[in-house]
């Protein structure tokens, strides 16, 4: 009785003991016949996805993977998905597709060119995934008419894309379609230029996308960069649903890397519905949220209300050299016309040298204080520390956050520090300085 009561004990941890997976990998030099082991790698990503399950970690080894359209995943609709990621983690346990450390994993889309498909080269549908640390470039475009691409297609929730950079390619580096509770966190999008549809402009082409459906929630942007994007840095027009925007950097926006004007060219595309019927807007109107963000030379607008029909919330953004550095145009609910923005919450924000700094406000229907541009204040060069341009290229630092440099940082003894208001956020001195970046040193 005893021997048989120690052997059940035996069995039933041997059920409750937790069951350690190994990880995979895939390398540019493996096949998918592999068991997909560090040894014996397999080829895509995909195989890998066949062969997780929730909690596993699959390993991207460094290199250059030339993808092809033999390796397209799936068509659905007008898309081509490449790489289509359908299998999904769960909570606490994500499934993990990560460059290997110290390499860098680069998939090329170059010769992926599906007669008459918009290319997606990963696909997500997928929730509870990490991405982290892929180069995705060269994304094509192969139709003539009003079409896109996109390196990266969110339709899943609770993901996390960290460490992407999408770049050189025709393609939107990240779109996000449906889902909630997505964080796309230190993410570059980079040279990206549609030169293949419509008129060549590149009109079509952001740096990350957010036109997300009803009930796509507390989806955030963090810490990511665009920059030389042929249309726009940052879009979120016809979104169902309100995104936050927090410290993330656009410049160069609407430009060839030679400055030949493209697309729109705004650094951050805050809201819009443009001219559709007031039965096609949700209600109320998504508020969003811009905050603690950079943008310097945008061929149109820095930050850009876009024709929205209803305010956002813009905290403690910087803008330098845009067309506007402002522009906070809203059009009526009802679509009869465009009108200076109402229902804005604007607080500590700063500009310097746009050729125009805010344009289209109504400062009686909105909620504006504690700004560069209703306090008073001036704002000059002997500002800053730095306005190099050069040092918004910098890399990131070592935990991928964006770069700490002198850039728009401001000056002890500046009439710009400790100007704001309070509004929640950690602060030295007396108060909050004006813009996006909390001055270190000791305040005047």
Not at 427 to 433: E, L, R
Request: hydrophobic letters at 35%; proline letters at 5%; charged letters at 20%.
């Amino acid at each position: 009785m005893i021997k048989k009561t120690i052997v059940f004990v035996i069995s039933l941890l041997g059920l409750l003991s937790p069951v350690i997976s190994s990880p995979y990998f895939v390398a540019p030099n493996g096949n998918d016949s592999n068991k997909g082991t560090k040894s014996n790698p397999f080829l895509t990503i995909q195989r890998a996805q066949d062969a997780v399950v929730a909690g596993d970690t699959v390993y991207l080894r460094g290199g250059t993977y030339l993808m092809s359209d033999a390796q397209i995943a799936a068509y659905s609709g007008v898309y081509a998905h490449v790489t289509d990621i359908t299998k999904s983690g769960t909570p606490g346990k994500r499934i993990n597709f990560w460059a290997y450390p110290g390499e860098k994993p680069v998939f090329d889309y170059t010769n992926v060119k599906p007669a008459n498909y918009r290319v997606s080269a990963f696909w997500v549908s997928a929730s509870w995934i990490h991405f982290k640390g892929i180069e995705v470039t060269g994304v094509q475009v192969t139709i003539k008419t009003h079409t896109q691409s996109e390196c990266f297609s969110n339709d899943g929730s609770n993901n996390i894309y960290e460490l992407l950079s999408m770049h050189d390619g025709q393609a939107i580096g990240f779109y996000l379609r449906k889902g909630s509770n997505n964080l796309i966190l230190n993410c570059e999008a980079y040279r990206n230029y549609d030169y293949f549809s419509e008129n060549g402009a590149g009109g079509n082409t952001d740096g990350f996308g957010c036109h997300t459906a009803r009930g796509a929630i507390n989806n955030v942007f963090r810490g990511c960069r665009a920059w030389f994007n042929s249309d726009d840095g940052y879009d979120c027009i016809s979104s169902a649903e309100a995104a936050t925007y927090d410290h993330c950097w656009a410049f160069y926006n609407g430009f060839s890397t030679e400055f030949k004007s493209l697309g729109d060219g705004n650094g951050f595309k805050g809201g819009g519905w443009a001219y559709k019927p007031p039965s096609e807007v949700p209600a109320p109107t998504p508020r969003m949220i811009i905050r603690f963000c950079l943008t310097v030379k945008n061929k149109a607008s820095g930050f850009y209300s876009n024709h929205h029909r209803g305010g956002s919330d813009w905290y403690n953004n910087s803008a330098y050299l845009n067309g506007n550095n402002y522009n906070m145009l809203n059009r009526l609910i009802d679509n009869t016309s465009d009108v200076p923005g109402f229902d804005h919450k604007m607080r500590n924000n700063l500009g310097f040298a746009g050729h125009k700094e805010l344009t289209n406000i109504d400062s009686i229907k909105s909620d504006i204080r504690n700004n560069y541009f209703n306090l008073p204040v001036t704002v000059t060069a002997n500002d800053f520390v730095s306005l190099d341009m050069a040092l918004l290229t910098a890399p990131r630092q070592a935990d991928g956050s964006l770069p700490d440099n002198d850039f728009m940082k401001l000056k002890p003894g500046s009439n710009l520090i400790d100007k704001g208001e309070n509004i929640g956020f950690p602060f030295n001195g007396s108060a909050p300085d004006l813009g996006c970046f909390e001055s270190k040193s000791i305040h005047k």
